[in-house]
């Protein structure tokens, strides 16, 4: 069974920092894509950042600059280090994982965590 679990959401202001971890079980992260998505109220799910199996990371032109996307294998687990936060950033983040190699479709992943939430106030 695979789980995915989303932790290090909150409330921070805007030109502040959080970082996001995503925890698996059940599937080794290091053997496949793992990106990281977000969907504000009355939006679609939007791609904001992955990481391939070999360590290639890629992003939205949105988050640019800002976010980092890094793996621990010995931990499972993927980060989302957000910093300089602008009030647009506010959504439910969820990672995801998938096995095609570079991809920003939510169509192509699979496993879904349930998402934590990130608020920023202006």
């Known amino acids: 069974q695979v789980q995915l679990v989303e932790s290090g959401g909150g409330l921070v202001q805007a030109g502040g920092s959080l970082r996001l971890s995503c925890i698996a079980s059940?599937?080794?992260?290091?053997?496949?894509?793992t990106g990281w998505f977000r969907q504000a109220p009355g939006n679609e799910r939007e791609f904001v950042a992955a990481i391939t199996w070999g360590r290639n990371t890629y992003y939205a032109n949105s988050v640019k600059g800002r976010f980092i996307i890094s793996r621990d294998n010995a931990k499972n687990t993927v980060y989302l280090q957000m910093n300089s936060l602008k009030a647009e950033d506010t959504a439910v983040y969820y990672c995801?994982?998938?096995?095609?190699?570079?991809?920003?479709?939510?169509?192509?992943?699979?496993?879904w965590g349930q998402g934590t939430q990130v608020t920023v106030s202006s």
């Open positions: 995801a994982i998938s096995v095609v190699t570079e991809t920003t479709s939510h169509l192509d992943y699979a496993y």
């Open positions: 059940g599937r080794t992260l290091s053997s496949y894509t």
